[in-house]
């Protein structure tokens, strides 16, 4: 299992780690923190729980997601072939926790966002109203050339209801794999823009934060949030609200 972020060096309280299983292979997991592990491609039996996955990858459709809460064993073994599967976590805090479960497609929320070249999917596969104690997390789907988390926004502050605290994290998937998109950062304090690429990650601890992927290829990106309650309260850039608003 590769440790993609490390909370308390990376983050302040999202963990991110990647487990890529051979066919018959076991994972066992026990966290003190609650998890949510996506399957992103192939099958997996869990154990007392039943089977997950079935997608060759996340641009197939959405997929499954095995939630649990702190302390409870996980025991997944690939079935039919390889498996990949992303481990998020972060401390349970003042919430209260969901039972062991599988979330599957249809348990998620899957919605389109925007318009034109800012259109996109959302597949949120645990959001305010699902039963968990602080994680939120989903799957956002941009078309070749298109942006997302647009208008930009950001999610740093407390001051319900007109915003909420929320660090997020991304991982990226690209098809074709070789390709790429841009993730930019800005605050009151600067600016950042880098490119991704698949596999990539890219904390968010504060600021507004676009994604655009590049023309010809289509970009996923995992979204994990967790902080200050379960409300998604954005708050968006006012020198760029009017794209959505007017």
């Known amino acids: ?8 060096k990376d983050t302040e309280l999202i963990g991110l780690d990647l487990a890529d299983l051979a066919e018959g292979e076991t994972l066992e997991l026990n966290r003190d923190e609650e998890v949510a592990a996506v399957v992103l491609s ?7 729980l039943g089977t997950a996955g079935g997608r060759s990858g996340v641009f197939d459709g959405p997929g499954h997601t095995v939630y649990a809460p ?22 349970l805090g003042d919430g209260t926790p969901g039972e062991a479960r599988i979330i599957g497609p249809d348990d998620q929320e899957i919605a389109e966002r925007g318009e034109g070249n ?6 949120t596969i645990l959001g305010p109203g699902d039963s968990a104690g602080r994680l939120l997390l989903g799957e956002t789907i941009n078309p070749p050339g298109n942006w997302s988390s647009y208008p930009p926004h950001k999610h740093d502050t407390h001051e319900p209801p007109r915003e909420v605290r929320l660090e997020e994290v991304y991982l990226f998937k690209l098809d074709p794999e070789n ?19 698949d596999g990539d990650v890219a904390a968010i601890p504060a600021g507004y934060h676009p994604v655009v992927a590049a023309p010809g290829y289509k970009l996923c990106y995992l979204w994990v949030m967790a902080g200050e309650g379960r ?13 959505q608003n007017g």
């Open 1 to 8: 299992m590769k440790t993609l972020l490390t909370p308390g």
């Open 42 to 48: 192939g099958v997996v039996d869990v154990d007392g």
């Open 70 to 91: 702190p302390g409870h064993p996980l025991t997944f073994r690939a079935t039919g072939g390889p498996a990949q599967i992303v481990i998020a976590t972060a401390p």
């Open 118 to 123: 800012w259109s996109r999917t959302v597949r």
């Open 179 to 197: 390709g790429f998109g841009v993730q930019i950062r800005y605050d009151g304090e600067g600016e950042e823009c880098f490119t991704v690429r």
């Open 231 to 243: 409300q998604m309260i954005p708050y968006l850039d006012p020198e760029h609200a009017w794209v």
